[in-house]
Structure formats: C-alpha cells, structure tokens
C-alpha cells in the first residue's frame, strides 16, 4: 500500500529540520515518488521552513509550522504554513540573474526555484497563518 499523505507540526526553531528531512525521505519512499520528485518535494520544504523561521519571528517568540504533503495520481500537493509575521514569498521581486556575483542583490533565488520547478504555487494568510500552497509532478522526468 502506498503512503498518501503526511502532516507534520514542528516548532519554529531549524534545530527540528534533520528529524523532518527524515520524515520526508519515509514519506517519498512509503509514496514511491520519483527521485526528482523526492528533490524538488525537499528543496521546496527546506528553503519555505528555513525562511519562516529565519524571517516570521523576528522578535523570537515561538511559533508552530506546519508541513502537509498529500499524493495524487500526477502531483505531490505541498502546504506549508506558519504563525509568523504575514509574508507573501510570491511577491517579492524576482532575484537578478544576470551578471557577475558581485553586482547581484542576495535573497529571492530559492523562491525563484521553486516558482519554476512547481506546477502551481500560491500564498494566503488564513486565520493568522501564512499558508503557501504548492503543486508538484509526482513523476518529474
């Protein structure tokens, strides 16, 4: 039998990223998703958990993300959110990528990433949470 779905409640605190990199690893296996899949399914959880927690709670105070992942036929529906500060990642200006490193501003590359490796993405704050939804091929060639 194939795993479908996996939700996941973890302090706001990068500390609990290994024990959820393992959850996810079980996950896409018990799921049978592909190898790419299982990399853009990780890229996408690391760098949303890594910038909620770096920039949700810029005073410290705790908080609570959460990271729901369900299978279809052909995609892997992603949704993570977070009780921080409100943010929309799909807002922000694309990154520069032209240039050298030394004239290009830094940050907005992951989301970048993610915007092209997804098939759908969107953001909305829901009784104070930040809730980003995305859409993955299950098989990704």
């Known amino acids: 039998m194939t795993l479908r779905e996996m ?3 973890l302090p706001n605190d990068l500390s609990q990223m290994p024990a959820l990199v393992a959850r996810l690893d079980s996950f896409a296996e018990a799921a049978d998703l592909s190898p790419k899949a299982t990399h853009r399914l990780q890229l996408a959880v690391d760098e949303f958990v890594n910038n909620a927690v770096d920039y949700g709670y810029p005073d410290g105070r ?6 729901q992942v369900r299978c279809a036929d052909d995609s892997v529906e992603l949704t993570l959110s ?12 694309s990154p520069e990528i032209d240039g050298t490193l030394d004239e290009r501003h830094i940050g907005g590359l992951g989301v970048h990433l993610i915007r092209t490796l997804a098939r759908s993405f969107a953001y909305r704050r829901e009784n104070g949470r930040n ?6 091929a299950r098989d990704a060639a």
């Open 62 to 67: 705790p908080g609570e993300i959460g990271v």
């Open 82 to 93: 977070d009780d921080g500060d409100p943010f929309d990642p799909f807002t922000a200006p």
């Open 131 to 136: 809730v980003v939804t995305l859409s993955l």
């Open 7 to 9: 939700d996941v409640r």
